[in-house]
């Protein structure tokens, strides 16, 4: 509505009757309070007050006019109370985006857990490896693996990943097993977002550091796939420790390189904005970053 500030100002002056008292209870200028009447009579078209030397009192047409204001200014100040007591409140819709590797159990867990002791909040969850318009598609937070090259968003890092390269003792039978990172350009490696079946891996032990580039018969865009071809023999994978732990311990993978891992890879909490975050998101966010998991670790 146009006109709504300057109908506020109105209602208030009806209220004490007084422009001088009207303006300190707004706290305005008193020119300022009588200019906003004066332009809401322009707008109108009608006289709205007149004016004593103690008070202001309503013409005929403004009594009917406040009684028409009335009702719908009680309906707004009400709707913004109860906006406000849920902005402040653990409770409304948590609209969660992760990436695939979640969907495993130890993140439902954490997610049940979440849900039983925040029995207000209503949790919308998205399982995709899809980077997601945060604003577009309505997600209060995403995590997110990797460094960040959406400069638009706002980011809080929860802990960090390591990949172990791997493979199954059937793919490694009749090969000779490598010593140092560049002998991994002569094995079939299952490749994570491969461009023309190629990929740089970024190992690290101590000090030194060395990018490889390593080819193969399999790409996925999905970790969890990556995880699936190696463990059927197709290559040597790098495995993020939550996809090879168990299966090392088990003697179903075979950990090459034990010197060397992939460099440090951030785990992110990612929200569209920081400016008047929901108490929701903002124990959510805690909650992520005091978990102990097998995805990540602190850091």
């Given at each position: ?5 300057n ?62 204001c ?31 590797i ?14 039983r ?21 309505n ?12 400069s ?116 992110f909490?990612v ?29």
């Amino acid at each position: 509505m146009q006109h709504l500030d300057n109908i506020l100002v109105f209602v208030k002056v009806a209220e004490f009757e007084s422009i001088s008292k009207a303006a300190r209870a707004l706290d305005m200028p008193i020119s300022t309070v009588s200019r906003k009447l004066s332009a809401l009579e322009s707008a109108l078209g009608v006289s709205l007050v007149r004016r004593t030397t103690r008070r202001v009192i309503l013409t005929s047409q403004a009594r009917d006019y406040l009684n028409q204001c009335i009702e719908p200014l009680i309906k707004l100040q009400e709707a913004e109370r109860v906006l406000t007591q849920t902005q402040n409140k653990l409770e409304g819709s948590l609209a969660i985006s992760v990436p695939m590797i979640l969907s495993q159990g130890p993140f439902m867990d954490f997610l049940s857990r979440f849900s039983r002791e925040h029995s207000a909040i209503r949790v919308d969850l998205y399982i995709t490896n899809a980077y997601l318009n945060l604003v577009a598609e309505n997600v209060d937070i995403a995590i997110r693996f990797g460094h960040l090259e959406d400069s638009s968003v706002v980011a809080t890092k929860i802990g960090k990943s390591i990949r172990y390269v791997v493979a199954t003792a059937d793919y490694l039978k009749g090969r000779k097993l490598p010593t140092e990172p560049e002998e991994l350009k002569g094995h079939d490696c299952i490749l994570f977002n491969a461009k023309n079946y190629g990929a740089d891996w970024d190992l690290i032990s101590g000090r030194r550091k060395v990018r490889v580039r390593v080819t193969g018969p399999i790409s996925s865009r999905d970790c969890q796939s990556v995880a699936a071809f190696v463990l059927r023999g197709h290559g040597v994978g790098l495995l993020e420790t939550a996809y090879s732990d168990q299966s090392l311990a088990r003697g179903d993978l075979v950990r090459l390189l034990p010197r060397w891992t992939s460099t440090e890879i951030p785990v992110f909490a990612v929200y569209p904005t920081r400016k008047f975050l929901p108490p929701r998101v903002t124990a959510f966010v805690k909650a992520l970053a005091t978990w102990k998991n097998p995805l990540w670790v602190r850091g």
